[in-house]
């Protein structure tokens, strides 16, 4: 069974799971989106969700395990895994997140195997296919495209351009739109009408202001952009241009002329050209090689905080000579002299024993128990949403490990890096626990992971007009300098702003601002 998602399709498919006659177990599996991957060229381009329902009107609650079995090319990314029980007469929907990173961009599928009762042989498969590259050709900056999401509406709105200029994006259905950021992912932006946005829960609302706090655009076709109708719709409040600024996004209201969009909105958010969002995650582009690829963000800082990992090659010779000695020439003169042979029966293995507890013991004094890390983060407020988008780079080198799962406090997206070992898996086991082998004992990982946290934290600009003005911060750390440029235009800077703190601003100017910048770029 397999959902096609080939170039020229791109459109949302569904399909139902064949099960066993009688069984009273019914699977529909739907792809709300899909794109060509080629087009792509192999970047890291986000989660694709796909929903599976299932309805038991069996005479008991039976247990499914839906996970993703395999995938061609890379394995790199996050594997999804989830366990749900259905109720008798009971329907349950749940959604994987499924990675469709391809560095090979050749013909790339996904595998998801649902495992339970009804199933045909206990087992039934999806098979997520994405695309045949065969003469695909790769942007000449190496670059990916631009991706766009457009509602159903909108794309109507674009009717008179499709023909004479090129098109590359998904025309979805609103309506079923996900309820978490994770499921736009793999967009730049996204255009629909004010009747849809009206429409929407506020879940789905949610959601795309979350993705667009990552860095994600939105078009919002409307016959008004005063900022009165706009409110009244429930868009975020907009700046003095008429754009809402939300953490690293925006939402631009665009003017319909006679239900149509105007050229010069489409060629802005439509026509394909460089996504800035995914300028900086091409700077990550791992190639299928045993060597780092640290690209141009500077990751290899971080790993340089350790170094590279060096092999005790002395202490390895004192060690084996120490134990060929103790266990031949001593164990044979000494505790199993002549005439008491029959004591390296139980000597050696002694000797064994505790040779082998000596190593585990200089293993861990020269690694440790759990590992160490270095991390650069970028933390974007969203005070408007009560949220916190965070971009964070990470390497990290383990010792030795007595469990390979870890925790996570939300919902993120999270993309492996050399010199994470070649074939590891990093299988999700739930929205907040990860586990698999991609986290083995003495081993060095690289990641980058993006997610938006609940957080109240912010930063209040005080000023009467008169008397130089002040902030006060919420944010749980003390911030060594901050910069503000107000509605007119000035800079402000003040240093050391601790929690709760009330300090007034001095003024500043945005060369100050520009070196500033330039130096934590």
Partial sequence: MSLGMHSGSLLAESRVLPTIPGSGITVDVEAWTGFDVSTMDGIDIGLIPITFTITNTSSATRTFI??????????????????????????????????PFNHERTYSYVTIEIRGYGMEQGTSNVQIQFTS?????????????WIAALSKKAFNAISQFRDQYSFVGNVLDMVNAPDEWRGWSAFSVMLLTESEWYAMSAVQKKAILDWVGLGGQVGLLTSDIRSQHLDSIGVPPSAQDGVSLIGAGTIEPLLLKDNKLPLAAYKKFIQPRQAQRFEDIKKYYVSNTSEPTWGATGFRALYDVFGPRTLPTTAILCFLVCFGCI?????????????????????????SIAATLVLLGLMVFRDGVGGGGARRTLAILMPEQNSMAIIQEQFSRTGLLLNTAF???EPSWMRSLKPTPSGALLRERTDRLRD????????????LIETIRPSRSRIEFISNGIDPPSVISSIEAVLDRVFIIDASGQYWTTASLGTG?????E??????????ADKHQ
């Fill in 66 to 99: 839906i996970s993703q079995r395999s995938r061609s090319g890379s394995r790199a990314g996050s594997i999804p895994w989830t366990e749900i029980a259905v109720g008798k007469d009971n329907t349950t929907k749940t959604t994987l997140f499924v990675d």
């Fill in 133 to 145: 590259a065969t003469g695909v050709t790769p942007p000449k900056n190496g670059n990916p495209p």
């Fill in 327 to 351: 266990a031949g020439p001593l164990n044979i003169l000494f505790f199993a002299r002549r005439g008491h042979r029959t004591r390296m029966f139980w000597t050696t293995p002694l000797i």
């Fill in 407 to 409: 925790a996570i406090e």
């Fill in 436 to 447: 698999g082998d991609w986290f083995q004992p003495r081993t060095d990982q690289g990641y």
């Fill in 501 to 505: 703190e009330r300090k007034s601003l």
């Fill in 507 to 516: 003024q500043s100017d945005a060369k100050a601002f520009e070196r500033w």
